[in-house]
Each structure stands twice: as C-alpha cells, then as structure tokens.
C-alpha cells in the first residue's frame, strides 16, 4: 500500500468516528429535550388540581328570600353583586311579601331560605319554628331611620313635635289649623304600610304605644303606591323607611322631627341608636333557615357573603351601617355553622 492510499484511509477513519461523536451527542440531546418536555408535562399537571379546586369553589342553586319591603332595596342590591361578582351559577331571588307575610312563607316545610325582617320576630313566630324543626339565625343587617313624609307642595309642616305626629296618625287631630292656626283649615290625609310590613308594626307598637290609629288612615301594600298617593295629595302625612324617602326625595319633604331638642331631619349621619334620630330609629334584620344553610351550601356562603359585605351597601340604599363588630361576630358564628 502506498502512502496515499494509507494516508487517504486514515481521513475515512477519522471522518467516521467524528460522525459517530455528532451522532451520539444529538441522541443525547434529544433524550435531554424529551425530558424536559415530560417534565414541562408533569408540571402542567401538576397545577390541574389547583384549577380542580378553583372550579370546586364555584357554586349552583338558587336562594330565595322573602319579607320586608323596607329591606327589600338593600337584599336586592347585594344580591344582584353576589351573582355578577361572586357565584354567577347562582341564582337569588328577592320578594317583598312584607315582614309578616314574608314569615308565613319562611316558618313551613320547604319554605323560603331568609326572611327579611323590619321587626324582630315574634314570638309565637319562633314558637313555629320550634314546632317545625326549623332552626333560625338572626342576622341584624342596618339601622333604618323611620320617616314622617308629606307632598312637596305643604311648605307648612316642615316641623312636627312628636307628640304632634301621634296626634295626627291617632285623629286626636284632624285639620292642620288644630296643630297652628296659621296652617291651612284642611283635612289632613293619612297614609302608611299595611299590617304585612314590619314598619307598621313597629310605628303601632314603638311609636303611638298600640294606640289605636284614626279610623281614615290609607294603609298599602306597595311602597311605590304610598309614594305616589302622598306625593300628589297636598294634605297627604305619611310613613316609611328612610330608604324609600331618599329615593323619591324630588317627590317628597321628610319632616323634621323634635323629640325635645329641637327638629331633627333624618339622614344617615342623624340615624343611629345612639344619634339624634334614635327615638325613630331600629334594626332592620334577616332571617336564615339554619336547617336550608346546612342542606344547601349556597345559601351559607349567601348569608357569609351578606355578614361580610352588608355595610358597603347600607347606604346607597338608604341604611346606616351596623357597627363592624357587630357584623364580625355574626360572620363567625355563621362560618361555624
């Protein structure tokens, strides 16, 4: 063999073993690409059960609730934010039978899973639960300032003492010139909430002390009508919640009420247990059929979110808040449930 023969088979040789090396080095590679794939793999597996999890928070069903229509516009409004933001697969109806009304569908089998409340329950109320089973939570939800309204064309009775309110919604007086002489020789026309609404219940009971009321009284079932009725009748007095007022207040005056310190108008600043509206201030509540919470998760997570939320909506809706610890115990209580 020759040199160039030999030299020749040498660069063979050696091209051969530099391509064997590539070779090997791009199996290596591949197998190193493959495993990171799988492991990219078990990763995105591996976040599958917090996705699980996210899903499992997301809830179906529907809650429904029943009762006052002074606390009607707040239940509203938070349950029109928990389906948009919190729990679109549920549904929360909200009615108005009136408190009392409201209780009669809550206290039976099957029935409502809150009742709104503009009084506290009764206590042949909570007797029936016991005879049903039914276990009932209380839930205080705001302060409600009741509201002494009359049409915007009286530019006279402004001021009322209030003992000059029970006269009036007791007939002890009947013509606006008995309570000034100066006041228009008319009849007065009394108005307020039907014996279905917690709002009546608590002007006979805290108000005029169950006196009976004068015998004309115009008593309704719907807000709205009582709204319209006083707005257009000139003579026209009125009572309802604070809520109702200040969303008509281009179609009503709130009088100014002296308790012994001089005319005080309802506001949210004036309402309050403790402020200078207190003689015509109360809780308002709702009412939840623990039994239903317990069934139906839902309806707990409703009555947690209304604990946890229900003061950033009490005044939009015309309700002075609760005090924060007030709400935090009760959104313990009703974590533990």
């Known amino acids: 063999m020759n040199i160039k023969k030999l030299l020749m088979l040498l660069m063979v040789a050696a091209l051969a073993v530099v391509l064997v090396a590539c070779g090997g080095a791009d199996e290596g590679e591949g197998e190193s690409n493959d495993s990171s794939a799988e492991g990219e793999t078990e990763d995105t597996s591996g976040d599958e059960p917090a996705e699980e999890e996210e899903a499992s928070d997301e809830l179906e069903g529907t809650v429904v609730i029943d009762g006052s229509g002074t606390v009607f516009p707040l239940m509203q409004r938070l349950a029109e934010e928990y389906m948009v933001n919190e729990q ?21 089998e099957d029935g409502t899973d809150f009742n709104d409340a503009s009084r506290l329950i009764k206590e042949e109320e909570q007797a029936k639960a016991d005879e049903l089973g039914i276990e009932v939570y209380e839930m205080k939800v705001a302060l409600d300032g009741l509201t002494i309204v009359t049409s915007p064309d009286n530019d006279w009775a402004t001021e009322l003492t209030a003992e000059q309110v029970n006269d009036i919604f007791l007939g ?112 308002v509540f709702t009412y939840l059929n623990v039994n239903n919470a317990k069934e139906k998760p839902e309806v707990l997570d409703y009555a947690i979110y209304v604990a946890e939320t229900i003061n950033d909506f009490a005044g939009e809706t015309g309700f002075a808040p609760i005090p924060d610890e007030e709400l935090q115990a009760q959104l313990e209580e009703l974590q533990g449930l």
């Open 88 to 108: 679109p697969g549920v549904s929360v109806e909200v009615s108005r039978a009136g408190t009392s009304a409201g209780f009669e569908k809550f206290l039976v």
């Open 172 to 283: 002890n007086v009947t013509k606006w010139s008995e309570i000034n002489a100066e006041w228009p020789d008319e009849e007065i026309q009394t108005y307020g909430p039907n014996e279905n609404h917690g709002t009546y219940e608590f002007f006979y009971e805290s108000i005029v002390e169950e006196q009976d009321l004068v015998d004309t009284i115009n008593l309704q079932q719907e807000y709205s009508t009582l709204v319209t009725l006083v707005s257009e009748d000139k003579n026209a007095i009125g009572f309802f919640g604070f809520g109702y007022y200040d969303s008509n207040k281009e179609k009503l005056n709130a009088v100014g009420i002296d308790f012994g310190e001089g005319a005080v108008v309802p506001s949210l600043e004036t309402i309050g247990e403790e402020g200078p509206y207190a003689n015509y201030t109360r809780p």
